[in-house]
């Protein structure tokens, strides 16, 4: 009982106890107290060494993305401590469960710009759900509790936990309780069946209703719920790009995603509905569109967790306050089973149109055509994945692209830069949800801009042998960026053409095998090829430079004003 | 466009380092211009109070109050206009005292003003007023004629007129969650 370890000691067995057997992280000056000790606890937590901390905490996203749990990130102070903050952007916006562990010099050198000292808590205040430094090591224990339990209930996001060399070096007694409760901290909104009756009235009365599923659903496990409701009540589910693969991309009521460039059915139903029912979005305007003309016919019924959210970006019309799953579970008995086929029957003849006169085209250009285009090569990919692959984007026309044509049969299949869009998310992302989803196949589609922001992790990949299956859509350019040029800046292609290096030597360098895809014919093999390997493989994939991604609603424009090319609206 | 008027949000937080700060980006980050600001102790060991003026509207500053409470740390905010509460500023007002003596205006100020003197020297007198903003900027505009030198106002300081405390309800509701929470960990430690 009267054991004295130090605070580094406290720290992993902390790890140990909330069940955490994985961290990723980089080592440095003012955190090697902790790392030190974690070479004594090597049996119980495996350590991943990115080759960048930026690395370490996308890698920590996808993971947590696809298994569940809380990402674990460690790295060390100054510089390790700014790397990780573009992650941390990014999980708060994507509400993403982390633990980052930042190392801090001692307590007398603080504030007086010592080597490698930076104010990590005030930078990380803005952007985290909860900062908090450490100065001695008896707060660790319950600071670290705290920081899981914060990080992982209501509605998720990443916390930062400042630990001081003092904090770290110090001596303390084991004690650690698991956190439960925070003062003024309300992660379970108390549910208020007054909303859910009027919910459930209004969707009874709803002939055009439409479901908005976000990542709410995923976050609290209710895929299978809200499939169940959207049966019962006949409802279309159209999904916003985090909340993609919350119901099969094959089942009869799935509508499609929403946004800049989702499909044209649940965009351009948006204007037509009466009732919209949003599940764990947020109303992002890259959803929206124009908000003055966003769906003004329609009531709004919005269910979310975060009470911030209500009205913020969109005035609903009801609301109910809880997490995703409680709420479908309640209104089930309540609301009715219906039909609404002819507004089904809508989107159908739109998806039909969307599919003859772009989707088509795109997935199964003529013969004649040369160069291979994004959609194509996703959907070749998607087609000979294996049952319940798990898609990694990166951010630009291959997320839009990926997004778009691959298909999803299992929940939790998607991880991609939602609200942030950081590109260079893909390849650390991916390794990390290999290692959250060993037994499922991983596949990255990314550009070659970018892959080139976080290829140093090929590193990590060829160190832990992780099997992760990398589509390069290469188009020589920050194809994303083209796109704009050319549609809104008149083909002025400003510092958007690249000089790429041999990715496939690259790749050989990492001893990570691949090949390179130029033209229709090579793909399939190719694709094959990579799917039959056992270990990381990269296709480098020749792409037309000029080939756009569409339907698209131009910035600023209503939801259902959707160009079906250069040219054409629908 | 939404009517702006001026509006107090009462913050209670835990009394921890970096909060008023957190909390105060919440209106920096919406660009609502800070009117006012004190910060103080409350009657509650451990508990703070931030009490805010800004002049917005009722839509921005129901998602700002909102927005404060997703902070942990933060225990509970509150919104008020100016009906809802009882408040007060206090200034502070510097005037060389020969100004105000050749005038013969000191006992007119201090009668008319509900004004009093806190100290005088040759050189200056130091004023002090409490009041509503009104107030305090009328007795400023008049000692300017008098050659103010300094001039400076506080924060407001505002209670709620409502017979319910809802703050202390908060806490002893809270306290009940805690503890239900604390026999929930108990028994399936039990088990
Ligand atoms: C870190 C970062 N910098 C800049 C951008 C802006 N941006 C968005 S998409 C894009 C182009 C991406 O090009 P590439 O990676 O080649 O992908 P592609 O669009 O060609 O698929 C850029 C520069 C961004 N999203 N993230």
Redesign the pocket.
């Known amino acids: 009982m009267n054991e004295r370890i130090t605070g580094a000691e406290v720290l992993m067995r902390g790890l140990v106890a909330e069940g955490v057997d994985r961290v990723f992280g980089y080592p440095g000056g003012a955190i090697m107290p902790v790392y030190d000790k974690l070479f004594d606890f090597t049996s119980s937590i495996t350590h991943i060494l990115t080759r960048h901390e930026q690395g370490a905490i996308h890698a920590a996203q996808g993971y947590a993305r696809v298994s569940g749990r809380t990402g674990v990130v460690i790295v060390t102070s100054g510089p390790g401590a700014t790397n990780v903050v573009t992650g941390l952007t990014d999980a708060m916006l994507d509400s993403t469960p982390l633990v980052v562990i930042t190392g801090q010099v001692s307590v007398s050198a603080l504030g007086t710009d010592a080597f490698q000292e930076t104010d990590m808590i005030g930078l990380a205040q803005p952007i985290t759900k909860w900062a908090i430094q450490i100065q001695r090591p008896e707060d660790i224990a319950p600071a670290l509790a705290q920081a899981f339990y914060v990080a992982s209930t209501g509605r998720p996001g990443p916390v930062v936990l400042d630990l001081t060399k003092d904090a770290q070096l110090g001596l303390t007694s084991w004690q650690y309780t698991p956190c439960r409760f925070v003062r003024g901290y309300l992660p379970k909104p108390v549910l208020d069946m007054e909303q859910v009756r009027a919910a459930a009235d209004m969707i009874n009365a709803a002939r055009r209703p439409m479901i908005l599923a976000g990542q709410g659903v995923a976050l609290s496990n209710a895929e299978q719920l809200l499939i169940s409701l959207a049966e019962k009540a006949d409802i279309p589910v159209a999904c916003t790009l985090l909340g993609l693969s919350a119901i099969p991309s094959g089942h009869p009521l799935f509508a499609g995603m929403l946004g800049m460039h989702g499909n044209v059915a649940p965009n351009y139903n948006t204007n037509r509905a009466d009732l919209l029912i949003a599940v764990g979005m947020r109303f992002d305007d890259r959803v929206t569109g124009d908000t003055t003309r966003y769906a003004t016919q329609a009531k709004i019924l919005h269910i979310d967790i975060d009470a911030s959210e209500f009205d913020k970006n969109i005035r609903t019309d009801a609301r109910v306050h809880a997490d995703a799953s409680e709420a479908l579970s309640a209104l089930m008995p309540l609301v009715d089973k219906a039909e609404h086929s002819s507004w089904r029957r809508s989107f159908a003849r739109h998806a039909a149109a969307e599919q003859s006169r772009v989707v088509a085209a795109a997935v199964n250009p003529p013969e004649s055509e040369p160069l291979l285009n994004?959609h194509q090569v996703v959907h070749c990919v998607s087609e000979h994945a294996p049952e319940g692959a798990i898609l990694v984007t990166?951010?630009?026309?291959?997320?839009m692209a990926s997004a778009r044509n691959f298909r999803f049969s299992h929940p939790k299949s998607i991880v991609t830069s939602g609200a942030l869009?950081?590109?260079?998310f893909g390849l650390p992302a991916a390794i990390g949800a290999k290692m959250g989803a060993p037994n499922r196949t991983v596949c990255l589609f990314?550009?070659?801009?970018?892959?080139q922001?976080t290829l140093q992790e090929l590193g990590t990949i060829m160190q832990y042998g992780t099997d992760v299956k990398i589509v390069i859509?290469n188009?020589n350019?920050?194809?994303?960026?083209r796109q704009w040029q050319s549609l809104f800046f008149k083909n002025r292609f400003s510092q958007t053409p690249m000089l790429n290096p041999d990715f496939i030597a690259l790749a050989r360098a990492y001893a990570i095998e691949g090949e390179d895809v130029e033209s229709r014919n090579e793909l399939i093999p190719a694709v094959e090829r990579m799917f039959a390997h056992h270990g990381a493989y990269i296709l480098n994939v020749n792409i037309d430079p000029a080939a756009m991604i569409f339907p698209m609603t131009p910035p600023g424009e209503s939801v259902d004003t959707i160009m079906l090319n250069q040219n054409e609206y629908y | 466009m939404q009517q702006t008027c001026l509006y107090t949000v009462t913050v209670f937080t835990d009394d921890q380092v970096g909060l008023l700060n957190q909390v105060s980006i919440v209106f920096t980050r919406r660009r609502q211009n800070i009117e006012s600001l004190s910060a103080s102790p409350t009657s509650i060991p451990g508990v703070s109070k931030f009490t805010f003026t800004c002049w917005s509207t009722l839509r921005m500053m129901e998602q700002v109050v909102k927005q404060i409470e997703k902070r942990v740390g933060v225990l509970k905010a509150f919104l008020h206009t100016d009906d809802d509460i009882v408040y007060q500023n206090i200034a502070l007002y510097k005037v060389p005292t020969r100004s105000l003596v050749d005038n013969h205006v000191v006992e007119k100020i201090l009668r008319r003003h509900n004004a009093r003197i806190l100290e005088i020297t040759e050189a200056y007198t130091v004023i002090e007023k409490t009041g509503h903003n009104d107030e305090t900027r009328a007795l400023f505009e008049e000692l300017m004629q008098y050659g103010l030198t300094q001039y400076v106002r506080s924060g407001r300081v505002a209670v709620t007129k409502d017979a319910a405390e809802h703050f202390t309800a908060f806490l002893e509701e809270q306290r009940r969650l805690e503890q239900s929470q604390a026999d929930a960990a108990a028994n399936s430690n039990d088990n």
């Open positions: 994004m990166d951010v630009g026309q291959n997320q869009g950081t590109m260079g990314t550009g070659d801009g970018g892959f922001m859509l188009n350019f920050l194809g994303n960026v």
